[in-house]
């Protein structure tokens, strides 16, 4: 039992949200009792001094993205709170299998949209509103990259609303980022607290970049012994760099930036010391509009000018494969469930929020009736803007987007809010652990043998007492993601 | 390895020889100046042409500036204007390894990292105002274990060897300048011998080659004796001579002088023919012609490295007709 020292003593969840950890009456969930109890032994005041040397370690190691907005190029730590978020090994069974699913499913898509387009003739997804996706590349029709996968990497978004169900709440498929923090959470961890991963029985996390690199070798144009892959960065003033370096060294590759490849006779060179190397497997972390000037923007002085057609040519992997938004669309999003019964004649394992899609006349109307109720987002922004929170918003907020929705109806969709799951979390100003709310990013590796999720994720957390916004952009932070070893294993 | 990453460590290697070199200079003048009883002027002056600031300084200072040990000393080591200052160098070689974090050790990163976070601290700024001493010797001795730990925990491939030919490069620079500067400022004082002597000793220290001087030589100083040991001792690190021996070395082993397909042609022969041209005029040499002989080792030095800029590090377009197979 926590005595009255211990961290978790006076913990209370949150009326009306699931708590990843403990029980609507401030038990411990029977799965994570022996870690909690080994988390918990610490009081507020040890507490505070491990998270304390956690930030040192992380800054020390450069753990660290960079503020756009600073010409100083100040870097600053991702905000990381120590209590570990938890899940039992049955739940993640069941999570893996979902999404391993939803990434099979996906994949088809993609190939027939860039292919046959079998789904849209059948008429199991509307035509009008997939080929109105901004991120639709109608010029990509007809490649079939190399090895056949398109989403080597796929981040799938969950959350758990009160009855404690996991839903996926978006599709992250051209390049997801944060994997690293994943990684460097766990190391500090392990450093921090010891025991408590020890009782516990955590699943190791630090195999994926060896995955991901068997994983990019196994899609090559050549033989995986003979394959020279990279990965490819916008630079160190990207604000992922720390990621992108991180994963290069991690996976044994070379970090490369777009001047240092050319193209020539259809194949994509990288200047060395050694004169011209041949280029096999790009895992890129650049925008792919700013891949290739020659097809996506003539104006642009960035990118490799002919890596496409190297890429169409069959001569080049790109991970992610170009082309991929079309399929993490937010108005894609809600015929996901048909398009993994349309192609794998199976019900969807995980369950997504329902959502309604303003291109749709009926849902329209609804939408614009209810603003004050809904969440409404914007289907091609990221990272928690263009975003209308309804119930939290002034009405002159709502008022801004009636008038955005009627004018775009294609660029909105809209969910109920839901009321995130919480997880305890340090406040550093109180000295005590309190309920913030949490979402779940799992990583999906996908080669030629098909895809492996990585036991874990990246928690994020709203740091902000009420808040549910959990974007490092606006205020929020990340949790070491604790996915158990079955009983007896 | 690609162009581009040997080119940040070639200039890892050379900020970090850089930062070291400055502290060194500046601990040690500032050590002369307390006992040597010369004008402050004679004193400092040097340091600042050494590092090629003169005009920068005096027109941001003024001309009397030269004559304040304190102001020279900040500009020095913290002004964020002067590309040649400590705090500069050390951001440069942080910035440097930060572009190329998968390349660098990890250990070498963290050890970069947190002397550079040091640097920016206020507890440097405190040591510098309490513990002068202290200061100096740590940026030296961090940058020397710097040096020790990327030999000790890198692979010793191509990026060891480019972030060494930048150290070694750079020092063979650093030493040419230091000795051509001070024997310059040294001669036309006219000063009684024991502050001359006192002088050289002082110089010997800042190249960390006092005690293998003295165990060399022992104990014969002479100015023609310090400036030969400087420029031509096989046996010292910091000699103008064991530098750039040690970087022909270094690029032999990036581009084997055999493998004649391989770019950096140029940059090998300019390297070893400087080298062989250095170590050729020890016989028969006066100090007559050591200003000469500087001047051409400093010129030189910066021309090689704008070659293999060319050659070698991606300064240049490349076309794949030329590709080794691979």
Wanted: aromatic letters at 8%; one cysteine or more.
């Amino acid at each position: 039992m926590p005595t009255s020292s211990s961290l978790f003593a006076d913990y209370q969840t949150l009326p009306g949200a699931w708590d990843e950890l403990f029980t609507d009456r401030g038990a411990p969930r029977p799965a994570f009792r022996k870690a909690i109890d080994a988390v918990g032994a610490r009081s507020g005041a040890e507490f505070a001094t491990c998270q304390a040397l956690a930030e040192r370690a992380l800054l020390s190691q450069g753990v660290t993205f960079s503020v756009y907005a600073d010409q100083r190029g100040t870097e600053k730590i991702f905000p990381f709170c120590l209590v570990p978020r938890m899940i039992a090994a049955e739940d993640w069974a069941f999570i893996e299998r979902g999404l391993a699913q939803r990434v099979k499913a996906l994949e088809h898509f993609l190939d027939d949209l860039y292919g046959e387009q079998k789904i849209l003739r059948d008429r199991a997804v509307p035509a009008d509103l997939v080929l109105a996706s901004k991120n639709w590349f109608p010029q990509l029709r007809g490649v079939r990259p190399p090895g056949g996968v398109r989403i080597h990497i796929a981040g799938i978004d969950l959350v758990r609303g009160p009855d404690g169900v996991p839903r996926v709440l978006e599709d992250n498929l051209r390049t997801p980022s944060g994997v690293s923090y994943v990684l460097e959470n766990r190391i500090i961890s392990k450093r921090v607290l010891p025991e408590c991963v020890d009782v516990a029985r955590v699943r190791p996390v630090d195999v994926y970049p060896s995955r991901l690199a068997d994983a990019l070798r196994s899609v090559s144009p050549v033989d995986a012994f003979d394959t020279n892959a990279v990965v490819l960065t916008p630079g160190p003033y990207n604000s992922a760099y720390f990621e992108h370096s991180f994963l290069a060294r991690t996976m044994g590759l070379e970090l490369v930036q777009s001047a240092d490849l050319f193209v020539e006779r259809e194949e994509v060179f990288c200047r060395t010391t050694r004169g011209p190397r041949r280029v096999h497997v790009i895992y890129r972390r650049t925008d792919e509009t700013f891949l290739d000037p020659e097809v996506f923007r003539p104006d642009s002085l960035l990118g490799v000018p002919g890596i496409m057609r190297a890429w169409a040519r069959g001569n080049l992997t790109l991970a992610n494969a170009p082309g991929n938004g079309v399929a993490d669309d937010k108005a894609v999003y809600p015929f996901v469930p048909d398009i993994v019964r349309y192609y794998l004649a199976e019900e969807p394992i995980l369950e997504q929020l329902p959502t309604w899609v303003c291109a749709r006349e009926e849902d329209r109307v609804y939408v614009l009736e209810h603003l004050a109720e809904l969440v409404v987002k914007a289907v091609d922004e990221a990272g928690g803007y263009g975003m209308l929170m309804g119930p939290q918003a002034s009405s002159a907020q709502i008022e801004d987007f009636r008038r955005r929705v009627a004018a775009e109806p294609r660029k909105y969709i809209a969910q109920r809010r839901l009321e995130l799951s919480t997880c305890p979390t340090w406040v550093e100003s109180k000295g005590r652990a309190e309920a913030r709310r949490v979402d779940l990013r799992p990583y999906v590796v996908n080669g030629r043998d098909g895809p492996w999720v990585l036991p874990g994720g990246l928690t994020r957390v709203a740091l902000v007492e009420g808040s549910y916004v959990v974007n490092s952009s606006q205020g929020g932070g990340s949790k070491d993601t604790w996915v158990l070893a079955p009983e007896g294993t | 390895m690609i162009s581009r990453v040997a080119d940040h460590c070639f200039w890892l290697g050379r900020y970090l020889e850089r930062a070291e070199s400055t502290a060194r200079v500046l601990g040690v003048t500032r050590n002369l100046a307390l006992d040597a009883g010369l004008n402050p002027r004679h004193v400092w002056l040097p340091v600042i042409i050494v590092a090629g600031e003169e005009e920068p300084f005096q027109r941001r200072l003024g001309a009397g500036a030269a004559e304040d040990g304190e102001r020279v000393q900040e500009y020095l080591t913290w002004e964020e204007d002067n590309p040649c200052s400590i705090k500069r160098s050390l951001a440069a070689a942080r910035d440097n390894a930060r572009s190329i974090r998968e390349v660098v050790s990890l250990e070498t990163w963290e050890a970069l990292n947190a002397l550079y976070l040091w640097a920016g601290s206020g507890r440097a700024r405190a040591e510098w105002r309490d513990d002068r001493h202290s200061f100096y010797r740590r940026i030296r001795t961090s940058a020397q274990s710097l040096q020790g730990i990327a030999r000790g925990t890198m692979l010793h491939d191509d990026a060891l060897h480019f972030i060494f030919l930048g150290v070694l490069l750079e020092r063979a620079g650093q030493t040419a300048r230091i000795l051509d500067v001070h024997h310059h400022a040294f001669r036309s004082l006219g000063a009684h011998d024991v502050v001359e002597t006192a002088l050289w000793l002082a110089l010997l220290r800042a190249c960390s080659g006092f005690e293998p001087f003295m165990k060399q030589l022992r104990g014969r100083v002479s100015p023609d004796a310090v400036a030969r040991f400087l420029v031509f001792e096989p046996l010292f690190p910091r000699s103008v001579r064991f530098s750039l021996r040690a970087a022909a070395g270094r690029l032999e082993r990036i581009r084997p002088p055999a493998e004649e397909e391989l770019p950096g042609t140029e940059s090998y022969a300019r390297l070893r023919a400087l080298a062989l041209w250095v170590a050729s005029r020890q016989k028969d040499f006066d100090t007559a012609g050591l200003h000469e002989l500087l001047t051409r080792v400093v010129d030189e030095t910066t021309e090689i490295a704008s070659v293999m800029g060319r050659e070698l590090l991606g300064c240049a377009p490349a076309v794949a007709s030329q590709a080794a197979t691979q």
